[in-house]
């Protein structure tokens, strides 16, 4: 018999500020990825979807980033990481 089925990981990418469309406060939120696998014997083999959300601190209130404004995270991600490298190396 073969075992498989499907799992979720979500993973905190980072973090910015706004304001919360739920709380309306100006608040911290986190950038939260989830990616989703499918599963042999438990064991994450294909990540076959990823998602991107934006969680506010304060209330919880969770939106999905779609297209253009997933683009852009990811891009402003990038340039997180690549700063974090850039000051690390000093
Ligand atoms: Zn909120």
Redesign the pocket.
């Known amino acids: 018999m073969i075992l498989f089925g499907w799992k979720t990981k979500p993973q905190v990418k980072g973090a910015t500020k706004g304001k919360?469309f739920?709380?309306k406060?100006l608040?911290q939120h986190a950038i939260v990825q989830v990616t989703h696998w499918f599963t042999l014997y438990f064991i994450p083999i294909i990540p076959y979807k990823k998602q991107l959300f934006v969680v506010?601190h304060?209330?919880?209130?969770k939106t999905e980033l779609k297209d253009d404004a997933k683009k852009m995270m990811i891009q402003k991600l990038s340039d997180l990481d690549a700063q974090t490298e850039t000051t690390s190396k000093k």
């Open positions: 919360c739920a709380c406060k608040v506010c304060n209330c919880g209130a």
